[in-house]
């Protein structure tokens, strides 16, 4: 039948290209990770040998794991995206449920102001957010990104919710109020289960973003004790900066935990980008 | 249904659901933006803050210290948009239209490994190309040696001339995924009787791609154009990390966001000026918002949109 879409040629030159494009995207990672467990003298000599008995070192990791706190930025990292995401999908599913179950006046106004943070970057009140931040005494803690991250997740998580929170049965909540539930167990006992696959959309969508940030813990949370992996890796290889082993080992150490993350979320990150979810 | 439509009690859940979400976006968003705006009308005299009505803008347009960095920065942004719009898109068209061909394999695993860039942080992208175009290590000579063309050779990050567009590349590299995967979706939601339709007609392979699939997949690109836009003119973390706040060399990779970072935090021996800043977080809000209204209104509502 589809001859011409079966053209061997044609699914050769399709490997092909992928198979090109797919080692530039990996080269980079590769050349770096592979460089990290090699000697200084064996970096520079041959940058893109395995490294071998002769050449392998670990110089690199015993200096990061000396010198930087690692350990407390990864753990600071990890606090400030669970507790966002936390926060995004408790607080958003509320509002999603309240904008998709009930008719209220002003509810379509409502959706539009929650919706109007998908466009507008929240960089741009970055000024007013550090004042405010200092007025509160919040500079420099972990909620000050935590409460960033969150208004900044809230209004496409709101958005994607409703849309599910529509789909579900009207018969099954109404069977539950002629129960006798009150409204709030009606959503956390029968709509908050039935939504799971959107809420991890959701938080597969936030997270890396969070994770990732430099900006806000920059310029909110830049003191040694909250500082979070991105920002901690950016300041020791700026510090290190010609101490290769050691820059190339942190910036392995920095692939690590994301390659992990990507590794458990990956099916879950391509179904919701795939699903449609953002159209 | 809904059945508590016509009761006359008032709704407390109805506020209790929706204020959580509703006061953290308005105090941490919403109102840090309008005040943003506000605060661009100041200016601090004398520890005082007091209103100065445009004179912000009157500097920041008028005094040639500082317009010549404003159009500097917007021009080196726009660059780098142009940049994301003629490489990322295309190529991400491209790897989407095949990926999305029918009964080829390891699809999944293409998919994925070309995906794994988009989640690197930036500071990692940064340091890693930084690295690896360095003439100190010698990989990027070392391979243009490899196959003859050494000659083409230079130190791109350190070069006034080439310095943008190297890391603007860098870029395309690092988020080529986001536009490959939301057109590879688009391209699979288009059902397969309409392409054995076009097949009974002789219309196939490249044909069919530029006759059927690309008008049907256009809605996605368009939203991937605004979503592009909309990254590029708040981006400040590559640049950061691979060049610092000032932009080298001598601020020829200056984009908005570092110009603002630079201007309202200070660097080095330049003082934070809030008020500055918040001129220039306001022009950066006049652009984008001319740019999301130019597509919802231009752009989205003349598409058409097919219904399967």
Known sequence: ?279 | MRKHENSPRFRWHIVVFLAPAVLVYTAVMIYPLFNTLRLSFFAEVDQQRVFVGLQNFHRLFGDAIWSNQFWNALGNNLWFFLIHMLVQNPIGIALAAILSHSRLRFAAFYRSAIFIPTILSFVIVGFAWKLILSPIWGIAPGMLDAVGLNSLYAPWLGKEEYALTTLSLVSVWQFVGIPMMLIYAALLSIPEEILEAAEVEGITGLSAFWKIKLPLILPSIGIISILTFVANFNAFDLIYAAQGALAGPDFSTDILGTFLYRTFFGFQLQLGDPHMGSAIASAMFLIILLGVCLYLFGIQSRMRRYQF
Request: avoid cysteine; charge should be positive; proline fraction near 4%.
């Open chain 1, 1 to 279: 039948m589809s001859a011409a879409r079966q053209n061997p040629f044609n699914t050769v030159a399709a490997h092909a290209a992928l198979l090109i494009y797919t080692l530039i995207a990996l080269f980079p990672v590769f050349v770096i990770v592979i460089n990290s467990f090699k000697s200084r003298r064996a970096i520079f000599r041959e940058p893109l040998a395995l490294p071998d008995a002769e050449s392998f070192s670990l110089i690199g990791y015993q200096t990061v794991l000396k010198q930087g706190d690692f350990f407390l930025y990864f753990q600071n990292s990890l606090i400030v995206t669970v507790g966002s995401l936390f926060f995004i999908l408790l607080f958003g599913a509320m509002a999603a449920f309240a904008l998709a179950e009930y008719r209220f006046r002003g509810n379509t106004l409502m959706g539009l102001y929650l919706a109007l943070g998908i466009m507008i970057p929240i960089r741009i009140g970055t000024v007013a957010i550090l004042e405010m931040m200092v007025q509160t005494g919040l500079v420099n803690t972990l909620w000050a990104l935590i409460l960033v991250y969150t208004a900044q997740g809230l209004p496409l998580a709101v958005f994607i919710m409703s849309e599910f929170m529509r789909q579900v049965s009207d018969d099954l909540k109404d069977a539950g109020r002629i129960d006798g539930l009150s409204e709030y167990r009606i959503f956390f006992r029968l709509v908050l289960p039935l939504v799971r696959p959107a809420m991890a959309t959701v938080a597969v969508f936030n997270m890396i973003p969070i994770w990732n940030d430099l900006w806000f813990p920059l310029i909110l949370a830049p003191a040694e004790e909250v500082k979070t992996l991105t920002l901690g890796s950016q300041v020791f290889i700026g510090q290190f900066v010609t101490d290769w082993n050691a820059v190339l080992s942190a910036l392995s150490l920095a692939i690590l935990p994301v390659m992990v993350l990507y590794v458990i979320f990956s099916r879950q990150l391509i179904r919701g980008l795939t699903s449609g979810a953002v159209k």
